[in-house]
């Protein structure tokens, strides 16, 4: 895959987050943010499957646009909402703490792929 279709698809995905984010938290005022959540991971998990199915760049388009949905459903509303629910006092720590997890589990899953393709290789012999 060329480098600008890769640019253009994650362009994408992050696009149909940030449009989808105001969507997602007046979903959460109308209905349970558990069901909200449930369907984002569910949106996901169907994303990463069709992946792995997609053969064109239109399809890679449309399931990046799905993923960025999913993701925004499921995870950083989601997780704002709730922490703001629940916590009354020291909210800003434990806002700063779960939000911390993001960069920090991207970080060391960055170093643990780069590990496991510079020991094993990219793809697997077949």
Known sequence: MEPRIFLL???V?????????PAAGWLMDRI??????????SMVALGYVALSRANSALEFLLIF???GVGVT???IIPSALVITNWFNENR???LGIAF????????AITICANYV???YGFAPDT
């Not at 696009?15 to 984010?21: E, I, M, N, P, Q």
Request: glycine share 22%; aromatic share 0%; net charge positive.
């Open 9 to 11: 698809l994650v362009g």
């Open 13 to 21: 995905g992050t696009l149909a987050a940030g449009v989808s984010s």
């Open 32 to 41: 349970d943010a558990r069901k909200v959540v449930i369907g984002g991971a």
């Open 65 to 67: 646009i799905l993923l």
């Open 73 to 75: 459903a499921s995870t």
């Open 92 to 94: 800003g720590l434990a």
């Open 100 to 107: 911390a997890g993001m960069p920090l589990g991207g970080t």
């Open 117 to 119: 393709v510079q020991h």
